[in-house]
């Protein structure tokens, strides 16, 4: 069975992500290089940070794809976003949307990060 446990985000300068993803997660990564960074998250997701100029085939620029964290409720994504705040740009501030409440910042490189507590199932 396939199972998706990492992802690849292609970023300008590897050092400068890991001090943004290391201040943010509250991790070390478990692998760092000049061109490449790996952090392995509390849940075994895996999470990479390779130079751009050095993957092949070349990766596209950034755009419509985030990077997710789900929190237990809305007063954990409050918790989050008043830590990550400081340390992102915000692009969406704290909000309620038809899956839950949420919020988006963004890393040096533009990729979007959101974090979210799912809504109550109205059932």
């Known amino acids: 069975m396939r199972t998706l446990n990492y992802i690849l985000l292609a970023v300008a300068d590897p050092a400068t992500s890991k001090q943004f993803y290391s201040n943010l997660l509250g991790l070390e990564p478990v692998q760092n290089s000049p061109t490449f960074v790996l952090y392995v998250l509390p849940n075994g997701m895996k999470l ?3 130079i751009k100029d050095e993957i092949e085939p070349k990766p596209l620029p950034v755009g ?4 997710t964290f789900s929190e237990d409720d809305d007063a954990a994504v409050r918790a989050t976003y008043a830590d990550w705040s400081g340390k992102a740009k915000v692009l969406q501030e704290p ?9 988006v910042v963004e890393d040096p490189d533009g990729h979007r990060i959101r974090v979210f507590a799912r809504a109550a199932d109205p059932r």
Request: proline share 0%; hydrophobic share 60%.
């Open 95 to 103: 909000v309620a949307m038809d899956f839950g409440f949420t919020f």
């Open 64 to 67: 419509g794809v985030e990077v």
């Open 48 to 50: 990479g940070l390779w």
